[in-house]
């Protein structure tokens, strides 16, 4: 199949396949527990796991966008900080 | 209570979700996608990594035109809501008034952007338009051609023309849910004007209020069509909106990485927003 006309690369190939790999992950958790563990955390109001993986990406996505305007085009500790703010967002939201 | 879980449910949501991919998923992909990379035409692109968003993140351009965007939004919902709300309760409940109030209110909706860009940039000039020549008249110095104040002043007079209807449309809807009961209910203890409103009407209409701070805001946001036709951006970049900007940089100059790299920063705080106000406003109602 011809992608050029989307001028795909690699890393941004891997970073769609990645998101789509969380979120059929999602749909398999939810066919196995159904209603999506709602549960009121530190935000004090109720959140689902889709909640969490909202905030956990959308959060992530400024993680890097700041570590880039602060820090500097390496974004390999920002990609840790992310993973490392994901987990407590599940664990603590 | 039980509940049956039903999953194949979800494939209702199949004729959404392929056309939810085709008119967003599959053009913010290529987005993306060209975030990432240089071209100099012939659909030929080269690998630049994140410099594009490192440029527009340091970018004085992008950070001036971000404060303009949420200072407008900031000014035209400070002025919409209360305006709205403030009009909707002066609607009457019953007879031939309300299909009156509610046709004159739907027509300003009703217009296209582009015309009602030109609508203005007619009205407000100084030398045919009826606003700008009557503030003339009146020795008012005003020329929103060349003074960014009075280009504010007419962007900001548009958008509220243009609008405000819509948040008093939706909070009148709200309003007329409210079943007489609650109003009987206040006459009896003498409620005063103020507390009818304190505590039946203003949160009746929350969840109106949710939909209309929410329309507004993204859409405020977004504007680009009406400043583009009036001002064109100016006078110098005093009305060059985040949109304004990035069309200029995406079509104008063809910078197709730059402009996707502001897209993408562009589209994650327009989403960062709306969840926070969706979630504090929501929440807020539950807890009432």
């Given at each position: 199949m011809d992608l050029s006309?989307?001028?795909?690369?690699?890393?941004t190939a891997i970073f769609?396949?990645?998101?789509?790999?969380?979120?059929?992950?999602?749909?398999?958790?939810?066919?196995?527990?159904?209603?999506?563990?709602?549960?009121?955390?530190?935000?004090?109001?109720?959140?689902?796991?889709?909640?969490?993986?909202f905030v956990s990406l959308l959060g992530s996505a400024f993680i890097h966008l700041g570590w880039l305007a602060f820090m500097g085009p390496n974004l390999w500790w920002a990609l840790a900080v992310s993973v490392v703010y994901a987990v407590l967002v599940f664990r603590y939201v | 209570m039980n509940k049956t879980w039903n999953n194949k449910a979800w494939f209702m949501v199949l004729p959404v979700f392929l056309l939810v991919a085709i008119s967003a998923i599959i053009p913010l992909m290529t987005v993306v996608n060209y975030s990432v990379q240089d071209t100099f035409g012939n659909n030929e692109f080269f690998w630049n990594g994140t410099d594009w968003f490192v440029d527009t993140l340091t970018s004085e351009r992008f950070h001036a035109a971000l404060v303009r965007n949420l200072?407008?939004?900031?000014?035209?919902?400070?002025?919409?809501?209360?305006?709205?709300?403030?009009?909707?309760?002066?609607?009457?409940?019953?007879?031939?008034?309300?299909?009156?109030?509610?046709?004159?209110?739907?027509l300003p909706l009703l217009i296209p952007w582009n015309v009602v860009g030109t609508i203005w940039?007619?009205?407000?000039?100084?030398?045919?338009?009826l606003l700008g020549h009557t503030l003339a008249a009146l020795g008012l110095d005003y020329n929103y051609v060349q003074d960014p104040i009075d280009a504010w002043a007419t962007v900001v007079a548009m958008d509220v023309?243009?609008?405000?209807?819509?948040?008093?449309?939706?909070?009148?809807?709200?309003?007329?849910a409210i079943p007489d009961a609650y109003y009987q209910a206040a006459k009896i203890d003498g409620a005063s004007r103020w507390a009818v409103f304190r505590y039946i009407q203003l949160p009746k209409m929350k969840r109106v209020l949710t939909i209309a701070v929410l329309l507004r805001f993204m859409d405020s946001f977004m504007i680009y069509t009406e400043p583009f036709v009036v001002t064109g951006g100016g006078p110098g970049n005093s009305t060059t909106f985040l949109s304004i900007d990035l069309v200029k940089m995406a079509i104008g100059q063809f910078d197709l990485g730059p402009a996707a790299a502001?897209?993408?920063i562009y589209f994650l705080i327009i989403l960062l927003l709306s969840w926070i106000f969706y979630t504090v406003m929501t929440n807020s109602e539950g807890a009432n």
């Amino acid at each position: 199949m011809d992608l050029s006309w989307m001028a795909w690369t690699w890393p941004t190939a891997i970073f769609f396949l990645t998101i789509l790999t969380m979120l059929i992950g999602m749909s398999v958790w939810e066919y196995f527990v159904p209603g999506g563990s709602p549960r009121v955390g530190v935000l004090r109001f109720e959140t689902t796991r889709g909640d969490r993986l909202f905030v956990s990406l959308l959060g992530s996505a400024f993680i890097h966008l700041g570590w880039l305007a602060f820090m500097g085009p390496n974004l390999w500790w920002a990609l840790a900080v992310s993973v490392v703010y994901a987990v407590l967002v599940f664990r603590y939201v | 209570m039980n509940k049956t879980w039903n999953n194949k449910a979800w494939f209702m949501v199949l004729p959404v979700f392929l056309l939810v991919a085709i008119s967003a998923i599959i053009p913010l992909m290529t987005v993306v996608n060209y975030s990432v990379q240089d071209t100099f035409g012939n659909n030929e692109f080269f690998w630049n990594g994140t410099d594009w968003f490192v440029d527009t993140l340091t970018s004085e351009r992008f950070h001036a035109a971000l404060v303009r965007n949420l200072s407008f939004s900031l000014i035209i919902l400070a002025i919409e809501i209360p305006l709205g709300i403030g009009i909707s309760l002066t609607i009457p409940k019953k007879g031939w008034g309300v299909s009156v109030c509610l046709v004159l209110m739907a027509l300003p909706l009703l217009i296209p952007w582009n015309v009602v860009g030109t609508i203005w940039q007619v009205f407000g000039r100084v030398d045919i338009g009826l606003l700008g020549h009557t503030l003339a008249a009146l020795g008012l110095d005003y020329n929103y051609v060349q003074d960014p104040i009075d280009a504010w002043a007419t962007v900001v007079a548009m958008d509220v023309w243009h609008w405000t209807s819509l948040v008093a449309l939706l909070c009148y809807a709200g309003l007329s849910a409210i079943p007489d009961a609650y109003y009987q209910a206040a006459k009896i203890d003498g409620a005063s004007r103020w507390a009818v409103f304190r505590y039946i009407q203003l949160p009746k209409m929350k969840r109106v209020l949710t939909i209309a701070v929410l329309l507004r805001f993204m859409d405020s946001f977004m504007i680009y069509t009406e400043p583009f036709v009036v001002t064109g951006g100016g006078p110098g970049n005093s009305t060059t909106f985040l949109s304004i900007d990035l069309v200029k940089m995406a079509i104008g100059q063809f910078d197709l990485g730059p402009a996707a790299a502001m897209s993408i920063i562009y589209f994650l705080i327009i989403l960062l927003l709306s969840w926070i106000f969706y979630t504090v406003m929501t929440n807020s109602e539950g807890a009432n």
